[in-house]
């Protein structure tokens, strides 16, 4: 349980340090993507945290509600929209518009779907995570929005990929690699194994923090041309 709650935290401060980043980079440049990645790693930190009060202290429908919206409704699609900010940033206004009716609808689905509280006095007894399709009933919340997430997830790594390929740096797909890694954090629900859950998304936002750090670096041709030319 303190190995999870540890993780859970490390995640969280990961994500956060992230966040601050990324939006220490949209006030100086004002680019759309780095805000919209700043609101998706504010919504990781504050999963996180969610799951680390879960492990620690117990569910309840409030934390796992958090847990739930933050850390898989939200994020997701908002790194999505940066990602197609980055793509096609002429549709800027296209992708805000459906970033923000995906955020009011997974806001408004959470809020109208019951939440089992037997089912997370059940992960409490046995130290685990409440799967959102027990907790949720097959409710709104879990069948229409989690295809969303996969959607989104797939739209962050395809994109991330491409990016790298095109721009030749190619640490853009770290950020694709982190976004899978904690997308396998539902196979370790699944299996049972829900300590590792805490243990993928840490790392899985570790990865992508990298592939930004690695992304805000120009490639080698570019630095030594820069270093050639000064002025």
Not at 35 to 47: N, T
Not at 110 to 116: C, F, G, K
Not at 150 to 165: C, D, F, H
């Amino acid at each position: 349980m303190v190995f999870a709650v540890g993780f859970a935290l490390s995640g969280a401060l990961v994500a956060a340090a992230f966040a601050l980043e990324l939006a220490q980079q949209w006030r100086n440049r004002r680019r759309h993507h780095a805000l919209a990645w700043s609101l998706a790693l504010s919504a990781y930190a504050v999963g996180m945290l969610a799951l680390a009060s879960g492990f620690g202290f117990g569910w309840t429908p409030g934390s796992f509600a958090l847990y739930w919206v933050t850390g898989a409704l939200l994020n997701v699609p908002l790194l999505a929209v940066g990602q197609l900010q980055l793509l096609d940033p002429a549709r800027a206004a296209l992708w805000w518009t459906v970033g923000g009716l995906s955020a009011v609808w997974s806001l408004g689905a959470v809020a109208l779907t019951p939440i089992d509280t037997g089912v997370l006095a059940a992960a409490d007894a046995a130290g685990g995570i409440p799967a959102g399709r027990e907790a949720f009933a097959g409710g709104l919340a879990y069948t229409v929005l989690r295809p969303m997430t996969i959607l989104g997830s797939l739209v962050v790594i395809v994109g991330s990929v491409y990016s790298s390929l095109r721009t030749r740096r190619y640490g853009i797909a770290l950020i694709a690699l982190g976004v899978a890694v904690s997308a396998t954090s539902s196979r370790f629900l699944v299996a049972g194994l829900d300590e590792m859950v805490a243990v993928v998304l840490a790392v899985g936002v570790a990865v992508m923090y990298a592939g930004f750090r690695a992304a805000s670096r120009l490639p080698r041709d570019r630095r030594q041309k820069a270093s050639a030319n000064p002025a």
